[in-house]
């Protein structure tokens, strides 16, 4: 805005350097540099090659994008200038204009719509955990009567309803917990997913592991899984095979405990 003059001048290297001038960048130059000064007093005064305005307004608005760190101590700065600073402004303002109708609010308002949205979102988020888990509680108490016994040992395998992985561990433990001792394997499909949660008490750990039996379930549902003995997670993507792979567990189970 104030629109200095640029000064170009050709002179030695070490003149230049005596001068103030910046070098940067790392850059090798000869016996000959030319050295630009800009701004009031000489304000930037700097080696450079390049083609420049002849005053600094001729360069009019200038409008940063980003900045960030390139190496230690140096920063890297990119920016738009001219017409094309006008072109980004114009952008952001229209971004802005659709967020406000999205919102309902004004370009004065907008930023505290937002934030009241975003409170009331996790607000939403928490009840919908608190619900989730105790629609976990009340499933698990229903399960546990489809667990079957193989070789003595309680073996549950089953689908839960509209659980997600958080809810589908809450369940596991209700099963557990019902069932006393068990072997358990739930899933939950979301998306055309497959989650996949299994189980196993501690007394039985040394003869069924569940990681093992995640594993399999998952890599006959086309996905992966693993976890500790007594607790692992996995998932996959053929839905459609899941009910046989749910009834194939308790011969798996009898399979591992032979």
């Given at each position: ?131 989730k888990q105790k629609l976990a509680s009340s499933a698990g108490g229903d399960l546990t009567s489809a667990a079957v016994e193989v070789e003595g040992i309680k073996v549950l395998a089953a689908s839960v309803d509209g659980a997600d992985a958080k809810s589908l561990r809450d369940t596991l433990d209700q099963c ?83």
């Amino acid at each position: 805005r104030g629109n200095t003059a640029v000064t170009t001048r050709l002179m030695s290297m070490d003149d230049a350097v005596a001068a103030g001038a910046m070098a940067l960048f790392g850059e090798k130059y000869g016996d000959e540099v030319r050295v630009l000064s800009m701004g009031a007093e000489d304000f930037s005064v700097e080696l450079c090659g390049g083609t420049h305005a002849s005053r600094t307004g001729d360069i009019g608005l200038l409008r940063v994008l980003s900045e960030s760190g390139v190496a230690s101590g140096v920063r890297r700065i990119e920016a738009v200038t001219g017409s094309t600073a006008l072109v980004v402004i114009d952008k952001a303002e229209q971004r802005l204009a659709a967020v406000c109708e999205v919102v309902k609010g004004t370009a004065d308002n907008v930023a505290d719509k937002v934030a009241s949205l975003r409170s009331d979102n996790r607000e939403l988020e928490k009840e919908i955990a608190r619900l989730k888990q105790k629609l976990a509680s009340s499933a698990g108490g229903d399960l546990t009567s489809a667990a079957v016994e193989v070789e003595g040992i309680k073996v549950l395998a089953a689908s839960v309803d509209g659980a997600d992985a958080k809810s589908l561990r809450d369940t596991l433990d209700q099963c557990k917990n019902k069932l006393g001792s068990a072997v358990i394997l739930l899933s939950a499909v979301t998306d055309d997913k497959v989650a996949l949660a299994a189980g196993v008490t501690s007394d039985l750990t040394g003869r069924v592991k569940a990681g093992d039996l995640v594993r399999e379930v998952a890599a006959r549902l086309g996905g992966k899984g693993g976890g500790r003995p007594d607790m692992a997670q996995g998932g996959g993507t053929d839905v459609a095979a899941l009910p046989g792979v749910l009834k194939s567990v308790p011969d798996w189970v009898a399979s591992e405990l032979k």
